[in-house]
């Protein structure tokens, strides 16, 4: 696989992907970083404030960052604005609504910014809600522009009081998302092209990876962001990219660094009877996973394995669904890159259980993806990475490609449950990820056979492999499973 023409991809990309294209720029990324801005809000804000060719001004970016991207220590200076000066309040966040069966009302929180305390401060407008109902209440969360204000209300029955109200509502997005549309045009482009798009749609430049290899292996963190409750553990050297891969590339998902972790951040809160980040996200990754404490460890171990079996957990009496792939993240020396020992021992005493290493579906070798230098920073055209994380995850929910998994993989009678599911899900996930039109113009068996199955296979393979390390009465082998001609058209 070898990398094709910067020049004749951005033009190919530009053309075919007209309106979801943004001009990426190292030097432009160094004055967003300095913002603190994600690279999936920078993309949003170049496609909203670049001209034609891709050029920007940089105070004009800098003036709607102030107004638009207040930090969590601002929060109480905008309460002020609203409830001491009497004047609405407008900025981009993002947000949960939910619908209450007794008032009738909506209620809103702003995660981020930790409000509300108690629900009933935050309503939203009945107009805003039905203008909008698709966008506020179609998902767990969203991202859009709101406008807030306080307002002295009685809410059934009761006497008047105050509460921060959302007036205004305008989704974070420029486009519509066609998912039909992506899949068709992916079969305009050669595989080549398309693993070059990705890294690219992910600010990285092709040419600076040396094989296809790398390619690949960078590529692999983003299949929990396109199969649900896809759990993977990576480790990699330092500065390979880990926390910015799960941090800037997607809204839908979570990145924890260091610190403590608990049941009431990861499942459920139950006094203020809210779900914990497995219920909101596409994928949770616990980034410095070696630094990470747990509090209420027997609590977490037990809840992670319902979990992670079957997408369920229990907190109490409370009984919760997911979705959310968990990924853990850590760090490795190069004298410790080493399957045939124990990789895990310096991971959490939590995951020091087989039983629940045996749950994650596939491995990551971090120590295949380059050190980040700058010759692998994104220049040129490219894919707006907030259209592609939307259409990652519009793709989630579409259950045909594991349909077309299930048809083409051949799985010897007496394989091992787990690991069919695991090499299963990954297949999938790298179906999705590398051809997203095979729903229209199908795969070849030696597409399926080299860029689906086998990356799938030695993913899985690894965790076996330390699975038979940790315990012995598991085995270092995985299913001989094969790939299946597709079946002739009737």
């Known amino acids: 696989m070898d990398t094709v023409s910067k020049e ?36 949003w804000l170049v496609m909203r404030l670049a001209d034609d060719q891709g050029n920007l001004d940089s105070e004009a970016v800098q003036h709607f960052v102030e107004q638009y991207f207040p930090r969590r220590d601002q929060w109480e200076l905008l309460k002020s604005e609203m409830m001491t000066n009497g004047r609405p309040v407008r900025f981009l966040a993002k947000l949960r609504v939910e619908l209450d069966v007794a008032s009738k009302e909506a209620f809103f929180s702003l995660p981020d910014f930790g409000f509300p305390s108690r629900r009933a401060e935050a309503l939203v407008d009945n107009r805003v809600v039905r203008d909008w109902q698709a966008e506020l209440l179609g998902a767990a969360e969203t991202w859009g522009v709101v406008d807030l204000e306080w307002r002295q209300l009685g809410i059934a029955g009761r006497p008047a009081e105050g ?109 203020r009877r809210l779900p914990g980040l497995v219920s909101l996200c596409d994928y949770v990754a616990l980034d410095e996973i070696q630094s990470i404490s747990f509090a209420e460890e027997d609590e977490v171990k037990g809840a992670l394995k319902g979990y992670l079996e079957s997408g369920e957990y229990r907190i109490a009496d409370y009984k919760g669904l997911g979705e959310a792939g968990l990924v853990l993240l850590g760090n490795i020396d190069e004298a410790d890159m080493n399957e045939s020992v124990n990789m895990f021992l310096t991971l959490p005493e939590v995951f020091h259980e087989s039983a629940l290493i045996d749950r994650f579906h596939g491995f990551i070798r ?71 039109g095979a729903l229209h113009a199908g795969i070849s068996t030696d597409d399926l056979e080299h860029y689906c199955l086998a990356p799938a296979r030695q993913m899985r393979a690894t965790i076996r492999r330390q699975l038979s390390v940790m315990d012995s009465e598991y085995s270092s082998g995985v299913p001989d499973i094969t790939c299946l001609e597709a079946a002739e058209p009737s």
Not at 26 to 41: C, D, E, K, T
Not at 209 to 227: G, I, N, T, Y
Not at 395 to 422: C, Q
């Open 8 to 43: 004749a991809l951005s033009a190919k990309t530009k053309d075919l992907f007209a309106g979801m294209v943004v001009y990426k720029d190292p030097q432009r990324y160094r004055f967003f970083s300095a913002l603190g801005v994600p690279s999936y809000m920078r993309d």
């Open 366 to 436: 971090g120590w295949d993806i380059p050190r980040m230098r700058e010759n692998m920073k994104a220049s040129g055209w490219g894919l707006n990475v907030e259209y592609l994380s939307d259409i990652l995850h519009c793709l989630r929910d579409d259950l045909r490609y594991r349909a077309i998994i299930d048809e083409r993989l051949r799985v010897p009678r007496g394989a091992d449950t787990r690991d069919t599911e695991a090499i299963k899900r990954l297949a999938t996930a790298w179906l999705k990820l590398l051809f997203p």
């Open 163 to 271: 509460h921060i109200v959302m007036v205004g509502f305008k989704p974070f997005r420029p486009y519509q998302v066609d998912l039909n549309f992506y899949q068709q045009v992916r079969n305009e482009f050669s595989l080549q092209e398309w693993v070059d798009l990705l890294l690219t749609a992910v600010d990285y430049s092709p040419a600076g990876f040396s094989e296809a290899r790398q390619k690949l292996a960078l590529l692999s963190r983003l299949l929990p962001f396109v199969e649900k409750r896809l759990n993977i553990i990576e480790l990699a050297p330092k500065g390979t990219g880990k926390s910015t891969m799960f941090s800037q590339i997607s809204k839908y998902g979570w990145l924890v660094s260091g610190g403590s972790v608990g049941r009431v951040s990861l499942f459920y809160d139950k006094r």
